[in-house]
């Protein structure tokens, strides 16, 4: 069966401070794996993605995740957490070919304090 | 978020009341679905299109209907509204599913309240 585990459902940083926010998945074929940001009362922005290739991926606003397939994780990374990255964050995986069909998380809500 | 308009934004309904959800893209993409958002649940998704004319139930159809007349278009539509339908309905489509590393696109949102 196909799920996806947040272990972590609130994390507070300092603002300059490092942040990873953990994302294990299942899932029976090659995955197709995401990391969205949501703020308040706003839709899904698509921070990045993996599908092949190099495992580390980089995203925008300065954001990366590795993939690691023994594992089966998927976390996201950000070196200096700025206020403005305060928001939910959901990772999701999904088939590679075929109805993109995506299994999220149950998201982990990021607080920033100065 | 590129192409994919939702309307409404807000929609308050009472229970047994029908409505429909719009969703249109504007990237001539062949895949389309419907997601729902509950508190501490993430998105799930509730009806998929692969192309016009296909569509197919996701991991929680119960309540809603769905149909893909055009490659653009893909409503939403609740029968007999219920308070647990009361949630936030985000759309999403993408280009291909026979190519890998596709964007998918959401749309804003609509933020449904049944009472």
């Known amino acids: 069966a196909q799920s996806v585990t947040q272990p972590d459902i609130h994390i507070t940083v300092s603002e300059g401070a490092s942040l990873e926010l953990r994302c294990n998945y299942s899932?029976?074929?090659?995955?197709?794996l995401f990391w969205y940001v949501q703020s308040p009362g706003q839709g899904l922005q698509l921070l990045l993605k993996?599908?092949?290739?190099?495992?580390l991926v980089q995203g925008i606003k300065g954001f990366e995740a590795e993939f690691k397939r023994s594992q089966s994780s998927f976390n996201l990374r950000k070196p200096s957490v700025h206020w403005s990255d305060a928001a939910e964050y959901f990772c999701?995986?999904?088939?590679?070919?075929?109805?993109?069909?995506?299994?999220f998380g149950t998201g982990t809500r990021l607080t920033v304090i100065p | 978020n590129a192409g994919v308009t939702q309307t409404p934004k807000f929609q308050v309904l009472k229970t047994g009341q029908s409505m429909t959800l719009q969703c249109a893209q504007d990237?001539?993409?062949?895949?389309m679905s419907w997601y729902r958002q509950d508190p501490g649940m993430g998105l799930r998704l509730i009806h998929y299109?692969?192309?016009?004319?296909?569509?197919d139930q996701g991991e929680v159809p119960n309540g809603y209907n769905v149909s893909r007349s055009t490659t653009e278009d893909f409503p939403l539509r609740l029968l007999s509204a219920a308070p647990s339908q009361t949630s936030v309905y985000f759309c999403?489509?993408?280009?291909?599913?026979?190519?890998?590393?596709?964007?998918?696109?959401f749309g804003e949102g609509s933020w449904l309240t049944v009472v």
């Open positions: 990237m001539n993409h062949e895949y």
């Open positions: 999701a995986v999904g088939p590679q070919t075929g109805a993109n069909n995506l299994f």
């Open positions: 899932y029976g074929a090659t995955p197709y």
């Open positions: 993996y599908f092949s290739g190099d495992t």
């Open positions: 299109s692969v192309g016009a004319g296909i569509t």
């Open positions: 999403a489509s993408s280009y291909s599913t026979s190519a890998p590393g596709n964007t998918i696109y």
